[in-house]
């Protein structure tokens, strides 16, 4: 730097002197206002905008990929990035300490570098040019973070897009940097800025055709039910799916039957007051999640189950179990299953039926499960499927399969042998429960509401 620049700039600094703006008041007035609007703008984002429902932690689920907060989105992009490569990708440690190490060692080592007292843009092209890419880069990477490194189908095009825009164009506007820096003295800084600006159009480019080709994943929609009322019937519904199969519709099966492969198994009816009073609610969840495969129970747990249960509809069955069979909790009022028949009143398949038959008997009645092939699954299934579809449900006829063995008439084979059992296998249902299913298949099984409507269950 020469004496007349020095000078230069000392007079200017003087000036400014003599104008006076002084730290006290001035400058901590102003950055009173400043933290003040700040602090306005925080109380109105917690207040307004809030933070994202999300389900209970759950330290078992192994599964769980963790996220860092959005600040450090830009690191986990590029980690991801760097997994991708071949065999440098396996050495963690060069992508979490070595290169932000660098980073870091470069900006504390930029005043050093650049010792220049001017401000103004064009001549300090090269300070600026690396601090501009690197939070442009910082910028674009945090705003594919979300986006697939890997796509769908096993490419890893978007992951090549994604490190050519906030990986491989830095490195080589760094490096043009550097060479220009050291040999065009003159037209340095245009030409810096100019590289600049160039490159992180081609960053916004690539980045933006990662994101267009590769979209975000569908995000799955779950919505947690929060009143109790809304869990215990969450509860219930899983319930009837997963455990009702072996433990029957009220927790107290003692020998399991209709299950393939558990056949004659005897186990502890999990309502009884000795299972529930032994297990506390970490237990329960506990063996719901892992199950007692030694015994047959199959692991719930989505870390041992891809289909399986989250930790919050693990807790729903729990809460449904402790409410309705725990004598130490009360139950909440809960809707009924279906709206109460009317005395002349035909139920609709989409109205009773389909609620029933979810609570009672799709456990085993639905495809994948290899006991039976009767699926009740839709309204044609009911209707049609089965090794027996064409007797199971018979309009208007009450020798129907089905009306049989829910009312505990087994069907027999010609030699006295018993074909079917009787349904549920766990025990029978209770009678408003039947007088549905019978009423629904005298009438002719009427699908919609309206349907059921036009017709009339003649009373004695
Ligand atoms: C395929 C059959 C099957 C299914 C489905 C099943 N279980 Fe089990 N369950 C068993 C068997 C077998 C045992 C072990 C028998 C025992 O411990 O008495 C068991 C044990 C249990 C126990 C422990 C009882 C005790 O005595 O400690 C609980 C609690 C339990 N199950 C709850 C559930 C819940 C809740 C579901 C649904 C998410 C479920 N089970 C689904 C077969 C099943
Ligand atoms: C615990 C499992 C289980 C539950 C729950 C269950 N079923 Fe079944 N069901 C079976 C099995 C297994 C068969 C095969 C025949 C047998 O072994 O008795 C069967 C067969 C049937 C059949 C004869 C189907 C055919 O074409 O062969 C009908 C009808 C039936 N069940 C109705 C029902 C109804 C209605 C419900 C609900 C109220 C129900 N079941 C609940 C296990 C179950």
Request: glycine share 8%.
């Amino acid at each position: 730097m020469n004496e007349d620049v020095k000078q230069q700039i000392h007079e200017k600094y003087e000036r400014e002197l003599q104008r006076g703006e002084r730290f006290w008041p001035d400058s901590i007035f102003k950055d009173a206002i400043m933290a003040l609007a700040l602090f306005i703008v925080l109380i109105l984002l917690a207040t307004f905008v809030g933070v994202h429902d999300s389900p209970k932690a759950d330290p078992s689920d192994t599964s769980y990929i963790p996220r860092p907060e959005w600040y450090f989105l830009f690191l986990f992009k590029f980690l991801a990035l760097y997994g991708q490569i071949p065999v440098l990708g396996k050495i963690e440690w060069i992508a979490t300490a070595l290169i932000p190490g660098i980073a870091i060692g470069i900006l504390t080592l930029l005043p050093f570098i650049d010792k220049s007292p001017r401000r103004y843009y064009a001549k300090r092209a090269l300070p600026l040019g690396i601090m501009g890419i690197l939070v442009w880069g910082m910028v674009w990477l945090t705003l594919l973070a979300d986006y697939p490194t890997v796509a769908p189908d096993g490419s890893s095009t978007p992951g090549i897009l994604q490190a050519i825009a906030g990986i491989v164009i830095p490195l080589l506007a760094y490096i043009a940097f550097t060479v220009m820096a050291y040999t065009l003295k003159e037209r340095a800084p245009h030409g810096i800025l100019l590289t600049a600006l160039g490159a992180g159009a081609l960053m916004a480019g690539f980045s933006l055709l990662s994101m267009i080709l590769y979209p975000l994943p569908a995000k799955e929609t779950a919505e947690h039910p929060t009143s109790l009322v809304d869990r215990i019937t969450a509860g219930q519904d899983l319930y009837s799916i997963h455990c009702l199969e072996c433990h029957g519709e009220d927790g107290a099966v003692k020998v399991i039957e209709g299950v393939a492969g558990l056949e004659g198994t005897v186990i502890s009816p999990i309502s009884s007051r000795d299972v529930l009073y032994t297990l506390n609610d970490a237990s329960l969840g506990e063996i719901i999640a892992y199950g007692r495969p030694d015994l047959g129970m199959p692991p719930f747990g989505k870390a041992y189950n891809p289909e399986g249960l989250t930790r919050a509809e693990i807790d729903y069955i729990i809460a449904f179990m402790r409410h309705t069979w725990d004598d130490r909790y009360e139950m909440p009022k809960i809707q009924p299953l279906f709206p109460p028949l009317a005395p002349n009143e035909v139920p609709s398949y989409e109205v009773h039926i389909t609620p029933i038959v979810k609570r009672y008997c799709l456990s085993c009645h639905r495809p994948g499960k290899d006991s039976n092939d009767y699926f009740m699954d839709t309204y044609e299934n009911i209707l049609n499927s089965g090794d027996n579809g064409d007797m199971n449900v018979i309009a208007g006829d009450e020798n129907s399969f089905l009306l049989q063995v829910i009312q505990g008439k087994p069907i027999l084979n010609p030699d006295g042998s018993e074909a079917i059992g009787v349904m549920p296998p766990s025990g029978t249902l209770k009678p408003d429960v039947i007088e549905v299913f019978r009423r629904w298949v005298l009438m002719g099984m009427p699908r919609t509401a309206e349907e059921a409507a036009t017709l009339t269950w003649p009373t004695p």
